[in-house]
């Protein structure tokens, strides 16, 4: 994950976040300030996994913080937990429905949105939902849901935590 996807994401849910922030992003990436994991998938991973939550995206949240301005972390914080807990909802009802295209675009959203704050553990199950959702497949369903709950349980909590900090 990049700092320039976030900056994008950002700006679709603030609006401008550059002005008076660091740049467009590029910089910091270049020069080495934000780091970046991948899996075989192409799909953002970090950390140590002792975390739901990947700091390095935080911090990177906070390089764009405007001086006297809200705490851009809380608010991207604030607005994810306001818009993932009905996605965890609509998982579990489609699950028991079997309703595989409510499941994909859930699970869609729900990968975007995670990596957005550094849950990339929650992104990379919601991914692997979404991907067996694309091939017809809810043989993993109940599983990956079930793991998607208790992950967005323990990525909550720790951001919750993290939004008190700031």
């Avoid at 991207?76 to 998982?91: M, R």
């Avoid at 990339?120 to 109940?142: F, G, H, P, V, Y």
């Amino acid at each position: 994950f990049v700092l320039k996807q976030m900056l994008a994401t950002l700006e679709r849910w603030f609006g401008d976040v550059s002005n008076g922030a660091s740049g467009d992003g590029a910089g910091a990436h270049e020069k080495g300030d934000v780091t970046e994991y991948r899996s075989s998938e192409g799909i953002a991973l970090g950390h140590d996994g002792s975390s739901p939550i990947d700091r390095s995206v935080l911090s990177a949240l906070q390089e764009v913080q405007i001086e006297g301005e809200p705490s851009i972390v809380k608010r991207v914080v604030d607005a994810y937990l306001t818009d993932s807990e009905p996605l965890i909802s609509q998982l579990k009802e489609a699950l028991s429905v079997s309703d595989r295209e409510v499941l994909q675009r859930s699970a869609h959203s729900l990968k975007s949105s995670s990596a957005n704050v550094g849950a990339l553990r929650l992104s990379e199950m919601s991914r692997e939902l979404e991907m067996n959702c694309k091939n017809n497949s809810l043989e993993d369903a109940a599983r990956l849901v079930a793991s998607i709950g208790t992950e967005f349980m323990k990525a909550k909590e720790s951001l919750q935590k993290e939004g008190d900090l700031q």
